[in-house]
């Protein structure tokens, strides 16, 4: 099956599991907006809860707000949201289809890269041992001419996006031979920049200009415009930090890759307040801290790995991404900015109240510095989901699907079965459920073969499936099977808990941080 496959299956096995359904789906969906299922819900809390865990009671110095999705429109005159929130959008003429042009570019770069890296595989593969990286991607014509290649059009990607040249996106377009995977044609318009943020209206003034508000397109606002209320009421002194969750919305242009990106989703994020000249110390710790955080997971240290921002932002002095190696490759899945004094020295200015700290122990005042640490909670959901699905070949010729979701992130951690649906077995399994119940996120199943309910579980990715049957009547065991090995073993009836809790448990997560 190729990557491109796997995800199609994957996005299938969402629905029919209860993970993640199309929005209004009985209308027949609404673009890049998605609901998260009976078994999503619980992955994504358990996703939010080991990132709020981590950032607010394992740093002293960070504390967690919730703020507004709507907030005052001149807060997105500073932010720079209203002049400069905006995507390069270029439209096939034929397809009429719509697309991002420095996507159209990047994919393009990338798929040079893959050339690249398929030539190399092959030259590891006749030279063996003795092959020697570097010298074949410094001497190989293949690989030196798709080098050119890359290197011409890269230069030119950047000067353009430096100078936020549109005319040029599109002659880069034109000379690269990029056309429309769906016409098959480069009859390509003008590019043009697009405002992302959604906007309505609130109160009654009957004029939409001045009623005119916008739906947040990142949290981290909320932050800033709270940030004096925070430091004074609870007496925060620099360093700190301030983390929220919560909505934001964005009218993507392109919104094609499922949860990846999407119209309405969910962010986590933390900005971190420190004195000017220390942000690139903090810049450096918070790197750290934050790939910690993503390997602790358990999802293996290869399938990460940092992309620096070679256009910074205006307000930025540092720019990072973590990216995730997704079915479609990596991608950006967390940002880390140094985003200076630029967003409270601009609501400062433009509110006209003063936001500044003052240092008891210097004297001095000023306005902090802000490192952010900023992850999408729905990208997060699909990092865990495309790295957990299996299809795995059984001892006795058939397949099993299963979910390999890190126990502690796991929608339900442990379902209870009795073998059969007599004999009391069933009311020895109520008793286990009542055992559990105030611990763990169970299931209880008692319907079909034992063999189709450990399917079940597999395909929701629960780490545990405990079996009452008639000895448990006699000595009080259970059998317990693990997810992963498929392993069984009999465990006294009051030893599951301590057991399953070794596992599937958050604050040992925490712990290993
Ligand atoms: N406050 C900084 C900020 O919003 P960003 O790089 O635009 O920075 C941060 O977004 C993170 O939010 C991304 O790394 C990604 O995980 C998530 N994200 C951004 N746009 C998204 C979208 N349309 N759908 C899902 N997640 C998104």
Known sequence: ????????????????????????????????????????????????????????????????????????????????????????????????????????IEEYLAKIEEKMDKEVAKGKKRFGDAFDEAQFRATNPNVLREKAKYDEIHNRYVKAEQANDLQEYKQIILDAGIVCPISGTANWTDVRQFNLMFSTTMGSTGNPDLDKIYLRPETAQGIFVEYLNVQKTGRMKIPFGIAQIGKAFRNEIVARQFIFRMREFEQMEMEFFVKPGTEMEWFKKWKENRMKWHVNIGMGEENYRFHDHEKLAHYANAATDIEFRFPFGFKELEGIHSRTDFDLGNHQKLSGKKIQYYDPETGESYVPYCVETSIGVDRMCLAVLSHAYAVEKLENGEERVVMRIPAPLAPIKVAVMPLVKKDGLPELAQKVVDELKYDFAYQYDEKDSIGKRYRRQDAIGTPFCVTVDHDSLVDGTVTVRERDTMTQQRVKIEDLRALIDSKVSLTNLLRNL
């Open 1 to 104: 099956m190729t990557q491109e496959e796997l995800f199609k299956v994957l996005v299938a096995h969402c629905k029919e599991y209860g993970f993640i359904f199309p929005s209004s789906e009985i209308y027949d969906g609404l673009a890049a907006v998605y609901d998260y299922g009976q078994m999503g819900v619980q992955l994504k809390n358990n996703i939010k809860n080991y990132w709020w865990e981590a950032m607010t009671r394992l740093n002293e110095n960070i504390v967690g707000i919730d703020s507004c999705v709507f907030m005052h429109p001149k807060t997105w005159v500073a932010s720079g949201h209203v002049a400069a929130f905006n995507d390069p959008l270029i439209d096939n003429r034929d397809s009429k289809k719509r697309y991002r042009a420095d996507v159209l």
